[in-house]
């Protein structure tokens, strides 16, 4: 199969943690060696002079093509209206992609093209496989749906091409009812639970990853004492404030936030206010190395998200034998099936304490924690999509048991 695939959330050079989850996945398909991959990652890049600015001039002096991702990626530019234009980029960057994609499709055609997100991607490449006169798949992953899809005039976009599209994935069953809600067809919709890096996140047992990372200057985590960890960007739907909040009621618990982003100086003044500053550690971005002994040396993994699809941070703290603390939101109720898993709270301060307190209390071994992602892996994950593409371009239905394997 020739494919082209679409993400514009996807590892670059100036930004090599973006998107790492997709890059992941694609890496895992081409060496599945079944699938022929045309990698497009669109570049947004806003007229000058912001383009001279911080993040985009990196963004404008990009290489027109790179395999610094592990894999080769084409990185056209389209025209970015920061702020204001989000709902419009799809048309800005169909237009970016078309010339490129009418030049390889003539030079060698492909059998389909792919978007990894539903908005922006998914509308933009319905407009390129209709132009190239290919089946579109499109798969959502969470925030495109339940952020993108309460703004009228991208879910119109997003249900036009779900029309469109011979075939749809979601990261999970919940996520899958969330879309047929929106009103996107439900008989083409499949799941496609996430993979997992195994290699990089394994339990380390949790003194000694303790020990490392409170060693390592760039984290110079505590050493003692219960460790809760909040990975994830610093903005308010990921909920940190949250979980500040919920240290009033945790005496002796610390907290390790990695992740950056707008709300970190509201972050730090909460802390303060509320007297829990000295058992708050503000760790800044974390990198993709250090992140599986972060994972492995804290006590409890506490996300409280407003939205989320699957989020691929929840299995890979599982796997290194961290429970996790979670709302009930997204696919989160097919991962937490066990209280060895966590547990699920209410989005609440007195909620999260007390799913934090009944974890330390009685804590799993970390094998038992690892035990419930046993069967994620980025092998399985590619393997699925790479059947989902097939079934689409052989007419299967995503109902006929030929396609029943997508959720691994």
């Known amino acids: 199969m020739r494919i082209l695939s679409i993400a514009t959330l996807f590892p670059n050079p100036a930004k090599p943690s973006f998107g790492i989850f997709v890059g992941n996945q694609m890496r895992a398909v081409v060496a599945n060696c079944a699938v022929d991959l045309v990698m497009v990652s669109p570049v947004g890049v806003p007229p000058w002079p912001l383009s001279r600015r911080k993040p985009y001039d990196a963004l404008r002096e990009l290489p027109e093509a790179s395999d610094a991702s592990g894999i080769a990626v084409l990185y056209p530019k389209f025209t970015l209206i920061p702020k204001i234009g989000g709902d419009s980029n799809p048309g800005r960057i169909a237009k970016a992609i078309l010339p490129l ?187 993709h190395d250090l992140l599986p002994h972060l994972l492995c040396a804290a006590d409890v993994l506490v996300l409280p998200s407003a939205s989320e699809g699957l989020a691929n941070v929840w299995i890979e703290g599982l796997a290194c034998g ?33 799913a934090v307190h009944a974890i330390l209390a009685d804590p799993p071994s970390q094998e038992q924690v690892s035990a419930n992602v046993a069967r994620f892996s980025w092998g399985v994950n590619a393997q699925n999509l790479v059947h989902f593409w097939r079934a689409v371009l052989d007419g299967k239905s995503l109902e006929d048991e030929g396609a029943a394997a997508l959720t691994g």
């Not at 749809?168 to 996520?175: N, P």
């Not at 890096?197 to 760039?218: K, M, N, W, Y």
């Open 322 to 354: 961290t429970p996790i603390v979670v709302p009930d939101i997204g696919g989160a109720r097919e991962v937490v099936k066990d209280p060895s898993a966590g547990r699920l709270a209410e989005r609440t301060p007195e909620a999260i304490a007390e």
């Open 101 to 287: 994609a009418r030049q390889l499709h003539a030079e060698q055609p492909f059998d389909l093209v792919d978007a990894q997100f539903f908005f922006p991607d998914g509308p933009a490449a319905a407009i390129v496989a209709q132009e190239l006169g290919v089946p579109l798949t499109i798969k959502s992953r969470g925030a495109d749906i339940h952020y993108w899809g309460q703004r009228p005039a991208a879910l119109a976009q997003m249900l036009k091409a779900s029309r469109q599209a011979s075939g749809m994935l979601a990261v999970s069953e919940a996520l899958r009812a969330d879309m047929i809600a929106l009103g996107m067809p439900g008989d083409r919709i499949g799941v496609h639970y996430t993979g997992l890096d195994r290699e990089r996140f394994h339990p380390i047992e949790r003194g000694a990853a303790r020990a490392l990372v409170s060693a390592l200057p760039d984290l110079g985590v505590w050493s003692v004492g219960p460790l809760l960890v909040t990975p994830g960007s610093l903005i308010p739907r990921k909920g940190q404030r949250l979980v500040i909040e919920a240290l009033a009621h945790l005496p002796g618990v610390r907290l390790a936030l990695a992740g950056v982003g707008a709300d970190e100086k509201a972050l730090r003044g909460l802390a303060h206010s509320l007297g829990v500053a000295d058992r708050v550690q503000f760790l800044g971005q974390v990198g």
